[in-house]
């Protein structure tokens, strides 16, 4: 019983921390209170395009929910955050290369972007995957 419930925090634990993490990004990215990460979107346009990002993130944040609950939905959960943060991880590695260091706030979501994806690839090529 002990060994069953700690292999499926090994294997949802990294689901959770992402809702807690992308979760708030949402809200920041999507109401304007992008002032923490600099971000002041000049053109409504721009507004809805953060809006946008809001509700993919949000969309995730459920899947990974369900993974976490529902057992049936744990592989979808797991591959699509494995893409969901190794995609903004290597993207923000590419703009560190071309564009320069971001600051603090970034290169933090970047490493713990890259973390989460690896930590989530690690999980679907383990025997934790297997039978949760």
């Known amino acids: 019983m ?53 509700g993919l993130y949000l969309a995730f944040s459920l ?12 592989n979808v959960a797991l591959i699509s955050n494995v893409l969901f943060m190794l995609g903004l991880g290597f993207g923000r590695v590419i703009s560190t290369v071309l564009d320069g260091l971001p600051s603090m706030p970034y290169l933090l979501g970047m490493v713990g972007e890259l973390v989460l994806g690896f930590y989530g690839l ?3 090529n383990s025997k934790y995957s297997k039978k949760v």
Not at 17 to 28: D, E, L, Y
Not at 32 to 47: E, I, V
């Open 2 to 54: 002990i060994a069953m419930k700690q292999k499926a925090i090994i294997t949802k634990i990294h689901l959770v921390i992402s809702v807690i993490v992308v979760v708030p990004a949402a809200f920041i990215y999507g109401f304007d209170f992008g002032a923490f990460l600099d971000l002041n979107p000049p053109t409504l346009d721009d507004k809805n395009f953060y809006k946008a990002i809001m």
């Open 63 to 74: 899947l990974w929910i369900q993974g976490v609950l529902k057992s049936k939905f744990l």
């Open 122 to 124: 690690w999980i679907l």
